[in-house]
């Protein structure tokens, strides 16, 4: 790990939050995970991930690469019922930080019923008491962080099996752009003298954030939407460019001049010509009325790296929300005070 952060991440957020540790160190956790042993052998012609909250990013990031990357379909499934396609042909993925999600611990009993190809990712819990019981293949993450902050463990984790069972080459991916990656990370850090994410953070404060990615980057732009919604305590919505130029430009256009919405557009450099001129004239057009737009620049060979580096940038900018706005980006008393009431209506 690089001496930046060793010394700045203790003090980053309100005297030394654990959330801003972790998340500094998303490029060490992708190494660590993918330095994990891996011998599994499944036959099938399609993959199914399932999971809630920020134990399905990874899901959507390896769905967006495999669209452009593999020819076997990638989907995520979030809720309590798999959809019909899901049988003894599918390698189902069911990942739980705490392997204690209701929703994601039945979407794992339904993958049994159906004999699917299953393999676990959690840090313990039921789903990994399941797993062991049933014989099912489980890859531990690292306990004690906050699911939000444990996205390079899951991503990790997802890219070695996906990549050791010939989905996509997402390890290599990773392995590949980690150097430019850490910098990235560094650029962030509260020592660097030109910090995109606290500038940005400062621009956006006030204002209820309105993430848009191009359709490679859906993943990245709800990865910003619920780390602002957690971490900085704030509203925030996310959408995708050019579905926006279809609906919700009227809204900008046409709304309240009073809104305090803030649109962000995560701008894909390396787009076709003919999307970044589509995504270019949507811009142009909120700015010819007034809208003040956020672009951020994001590079990367592939829609990997793109939607990683986009998520970074993203988990930084909430910390540095959060700081600004003097809240505690670690705990999350809503969710838990919801889990909670779920948990008894379900023991019933």
């Given at each position: ?25 998303t490029p060490e956790q992708i190494e660590e995970s ?315």
């Amino acid at each position: 790990m690089s001496s930046t952060v060793e010394k700045t991440v203790l003090d980053f957020v309100n005297g030394g939050s654990n959330i801003g540790r972790s998340i500094s160190e998303t490029p060490e956790q992708i190494e660590e995970s993918l330095s994990l042993p891996f011998d599994l052998d499944f036959k099938f012609s399609k993959v199914c991930v399932c999971g809630m909250g920020a134990s399905a990013i990874a899901g959507d990031i390896f769905a967006d690469f495999s669209n452009e990357r593999s020819s076997t379909p990638v989907n995520v499934i979030r809720g309590v019922e798999l959809p019909r396609w899901v049988d003894s042909d599918t390698l189902t993925l069911v990942t739980s930080y705490s392997g204690n999600t209701w929703e994601t611990l039945e979407l794992y009993r339904q993958a049994r019923q159906r004999d699917a190809a299953i393999v676990t990712v959690c840090s313990g819990g039921e789903l990994q008491d399941l797993s062991h019981r049933h014989g099912v293949p489980s890859y531990p993450i690292p306990s004690g962080i906050q699911p939000r902050a444990a996205l390079g463990h899951m991503v990790g984790v997802t890219a070695l099996c996906l990549d050791g069972l010939d989905v996509c080459p997402a390890k290599r991916e990773l392995q590949r752009m980690m150097p430019e990656f850490k910098e990235l990370r560094d650029t962030m850090m509260p020592s660097y003298p030109e910090n995109e994410a606290s500038a940005l953070a400062s621009s956006l404060m006030g204002t209820v954030p309105v993430i848009y990615g191009h359709p490679n980057m859906a993943a990245s732009s709800l990865r910003w939407k619920t780390q602002i919604n957690e971490n900085s305590k704030m509203m925030a919505f996310s959408g995708v460019m050019p579905e926006f130029n279809h609906n919700e430009i009227v809204g900008w256009v046409e709304g309240s001049p009073t809104m305090r919405c803030s649109p962000v557009v995560l701008y894909d450099a390396n787009a076709p010509e003919t999307l970044r001129g589509i995504v270019d004239a949507s811009i142009d057009s909120l700015r010819d009325n007034g809208v003040e737009v956020h672009e951020v620049q994001i590079e990367g060979e592939s829609s990997l790296e793109k939607n990683m580096r986009s998520s970074l940038i993203g988990d930084f900018v909430s910390l540095y929300l959060a700081l600004m706005r003097q809240v505690d980006p670690e705990p999350v008393g809503a969710i838990t005070a919801l889990k909670e009431k779920l948990a008894q209506l379900l023991r019933h």
